[in-house]
């Protein structure tokens, strides 16, 4: 399961509140809307976590709970979610040449959505390409990376 799979395990693990959601709206605020923009709408979400992937993960592990001192929360053989005091922080090893594997910048951000078909508009309009769509158990994602190439995981939890 990945941090931020649902809202119980998101609580659980103390996710950052910073009041109301942030609002994904086409258009500026204050501002006309441009030409050829649907109508109007929001899509709530909220930052959940921010996860590494790592090359060496055993390593990864031990600096962060030894180190600073974090809680591990959960982990499987393959990764690693540990307790900031706040946001999850995942460790996550990545297979070398897989779709997430390191390629300078190892982190990305999951975000959590209420819904990806009105997401997927939104990106769609704005020329964001969604370069991998992944159903788990645990959630529906869509993957983005932002102008520097960093990873952004979009994710509606599917069940508990």
Not at 30 to 50: H, N
Not at 77 to 84: A, I, K, Q, S, V
Not at 102 to 122: A, N
Request: net charge neutral; glycine share 10%; hydrophobic share 35%.
């Amino acid at each position: 399961m990945r941090a931020g799979a649902c809202a119980q395990c998101c609580s659980s693990r103390g996710a950052l509140d910073f009041g109301p959601r942030a609002r994904l709206t086409p258009g500026s605020p204050g501002g006309e809307r441009p030409r050829g923009l649907p109508p109007p709408f929001e899509v709530p979400m909220r930052a959940v976590s921010v996860t590494y992937r790592c090359r060496n993960l055993r390593k990864m592990k031990r600096f962060y709970t030894r180190v600073l001192g974090w809680d591990v929360s959960e982990e499987g053989p393959n990764f690693c979610y540990l307790d900031t005091g706040g946001l999850t922080l995942g460790l996550v090893a990545a297979e070398p040449g897989g779709w997430d594997a390191p390629t300078g910048d190892s982190t990305f951000l999951d975000v959590e959505i209420d819904d990806p078909i009105t997401l997927r508009s939104v990106l769609a309009v704005r020329g964001v390409e969604i370069f991998k769509e992944e159903l788990t158990d645990s959630a529906l994602f869509l993957h983005v990376r932002d102008p520097e190439g960093n990873l952004i995981s979009f994710f509606k939890p599917t069940s508990h």
